[in-house]
């Protein structure tokens, strides 16, 4: 079992920053590969960024290549994710996941935290 709680996220002006943060719980957290999405009204949830149990490989939604940076930190069981030149798009619910192996899909995580608001204006 694994239990995630977001954080970080706020309202925020385009171009800007933002680090979403992930604390994890349970003791197979560093055997997990560890997700972010993201859910806009309306919309279904997006892949954001993805990185294995090692840290070593990560991957990117299309959207986000370039400007998202997701990270681990598995003596602190923490997850983060790094966003630059956020743009008014980026704005929806975002999701921390947990899931046996690297993947792209919704149903390919396991454990989800509660989500945090990212609002971007223009």
């Known amino acids: 079992q694994v239990q995630l709680v977001e954080s970080g996220g706020g309202l925020v002006q385009a171009g800007g920053s933002l680090r979403l943060s992930c604390a994890a719980s349970?003791?197979?957290?560093?055997?997990?590969?560890m997700g972010w999405f993201r859910q806009a009204p309306g919309k279904e949830r997006e892949f954001v960024a993805t990185v294995s149990w090692s840290g070593d490989d990560t991957y990117y939604g299309e959207s986000v290549k370039g400007r998202f940076t997701i990270s681990r930190d598995n003596a602190e069981k923490m997850v983060y994710l790094q966003m630059t030149n956020l743009k008014p798009e980026d704005t929806a619910v975002y999701y921390c996941?947990?899931?046996?192996?690297?993947?792209?899909?919704?149903?390919?995580?396991?454990?989800w935290g509660q989500g945090t608001q990212v609002t971007v204006s223009s």
């Open positions: 996941a947990a899931g046996p192996t690297t993947g792209w899909a919704t149903d390919e995580y396991e454990y």
């Open positions: 349970g003791r197979s957290f560093s055997s997990y590969t």
